[in-house]
């Protein structure tokens, strides 16, 4: 079926060409939706902290760190930040010449001294128009303004990732994303020695601009927040790739060559396996705050850690005695209990097992990669939301979904969707190595079956794409997983340009 031509573009990227078969057989088939057993609430598969075990959370995240406990941060970071500014382009490229009432540019242009890249926006309009963005409103030239934002010449905001966006104004200097998730790991997860372990995963064309804005910063951080901070970067495996095919389901053909595309965010459950550290903070690039309105998120970040720290407690020492056979059947009902009250997973198997098949059964579900995601209530933010769905084995446990997992001619399923309470705001802590101190790996616990097909476009022509299983959806399908309620001011995206004008990104 392939030419020697498409095997050589396999071998180097690292694809089998079963790989390959396998995907283009997906183009056909499709991805099954997911059978849901409900949706999580409060009280019913996501947990509220009383004040009290709030406390005794933070300190048992404290005293983990105190001991010498290994922790780092991981930040997806490699989006350009095209996304971002949807409606400037839009605006440059149409006929107008003055903003519509209402539209995102007359807010953009009626509060463009607010944002933390005017400095620099006023400095390029000089350069480029021989006037400053003052003059250039005076004249009504609002299309060159917009331009200067967005276009190479300009502050080439258009193509840059995110990360490296100018997003919060201080009198010492405007910080990006890249030195907020820095000043925040420094006051969530400095270890004992006062390190911060942080992994930013970047995309290829933005690797260099990274490693300078890095270069740039880390000395002054370092000397403000008396921490050291080791940051290493990884972009997405080229073995992740999936392959694009026609809307025939034919491989898309490019140059004489199939067209390989990357694999989304899921493809990360591969560099997430490459982190030494067994507890591992994932938050996006983009959900960061200025320093005066961190507090909630320093606190919660704590929470959730050492919530997380009180379950590995408890599934170690049930791992031990299972290991050595100390058990009876009321302690085993003990551990029974913890999996469901605790960990969620319901499972209908386990009423007619002995002692033996139940030990069985409870040292493999306690021996996966462990993960406590914060939920925020539902205020109509986009993403996806907590659900409890089931699983290849027959048991139903905690998954975060989006809605394209979910049938949408299933009238209960849908009556779900319209009726969940919380969404996940990407704020997940994750311990991934096993009670020896051994790494689990992590693509083992990916559920194959969750992964997402769309329509895209190359050079004019008519793609379909695939993505592999979400990296905190289908990719961590198979770990135990635990809902917290956070509150939604831990939550605080920039998804357009004009997201930078919330309260909390300019106090």
Not at 287 to 297: H, L, M, W, Y
Request: glycine share 8%; with cysteine; hydrophobic share 35%.
């Amino acid at each position: 079926m392939f030419t020697e031509t498409d095997l050589e573009l396999f071998a180097q990227k690292g694809i089998a060409p079963e790989q390959v078969e396998e995907q283009l057989q997906r183009f056909a088939t499709g991805f099954p939706y997911l059978k849901i057993y409900d949706v999580a609430r409060t009280g019913h598969g996501i947990t509220t902290l009383t004040p009290e075990q709030e406390q005794a959370a933070i300190e048992r995240w404290h005293a983990y760190l105190a001991q010498g406990g290994e922790v780092c941060k991981f930040v997806p970071a490699s989006g350009a930040a095209s996304r971002m500014f949807k409606a400037l382009f839009e605006f440059v490229d149409s006929a107008e010449t003055a903003p519509a009432a209402g539209s995102p540019i007359e807010q953009l242009i009626n509060n463009i001294h607010k944002f933390a890249f005017y400095p620099d926006l006023n400095k390029v309009c000089k350069e480029l128009y021989n006037a400053d963005v003052d003059a250039l409103l005076a004249d009504g030239r609002y299309k060159d303004i917009v331009a200067a934002i967005i276009q190479p010449q300009g502050l080439n905001y258009g193509a840059l990732p995110k990360g490296l966006l100018k997003f919060h104004s201080y009198a010492a200097g405007n910080r990006t994303p890249v030195e907020e998730q820095l000043v925040e790991g420094a006051q969530t997860a400095a270890n004992s020695t006062s390190t911060v372990n942080l992994h930013f995963t970047v995309s290829t064309a933005h690797r260099r601009l990274f490693e300078a804005k890095l270069a740039e910063v880390i000395p002054g951080i370092e000397k403000e927040r008396g921490v050291k901070f080791n940051v290493t970067l990884s972009e997405q495996k080229p073995s992740t790739d999936t392959v694009a095919a026609n809307p025939d389901g034919t491989p898309f053909m490019e140059d004489g060559h199939m067209l390989f595309r990357p694999g989304g965010h899921g493809a990360l459950i591969q560099n997430l396996n490459d982190i030494e550290q067994a507890v591992v903070f994932i938050k996006n690039i983009d959900n960061v705050v200025p320093d005066s309105c961190r507090q909630p998120t320093i606190k919660y970040k704590e929470i959730l850690a050492g919530y997380l720290m009180e379950l590995h407690d408890k599934v170690e020492k049930y791992l031990r005695d299972l290991g050595k056979g100390d058990y009876t059947r009321g302690y085993l009902q003990d551990m029974l209990r913890f999996l469901q009250t605790k960990l969620g997973i319901h499972d209908r198997k386990v009423d007619g097992m002995t002692d033996t098949q139940l030990a069985v059964y409870i040292h493999g579900k306690l021996s996966r990669p462990l993960r406590v995601c914060g939920m925020v209530r539902n205020e109509g933010e986009p993403g996806g939301g907590p659900f409890i769905a089931y699983n290849p084995d027959g048991s139903a446990s905690p998954q975060i979904l989006e809605s394209t997992q979910i049938d949408p001619a299933n009238a209960e399923y849908t009556q779900m969707l319209k009726g969940a309470t919380h969404f996940n705001p990407v704020d997940l802590v994750c311990y991934i190595k096993d009670i020896h101190g051994q790494k689990y790996n992590l693509p083992s616990y990916v559920d194959p079956d969750t992964g997402f097909i769309s329509s895209k476009s190359s050079h004019g022509k008519e793609l379909r794409a695939m993505e592999l299983p979400g990296l905190w959806n289908g990719a961590m399908s198979d770990w135990n997983t635990a809902f917290v309620e956070v509150p939604v001011d831990t939550f605080n995206p920039v998804k357009t340009v004009n997201d930078l004008l919330r309260p909390a990104h300019q106090q």
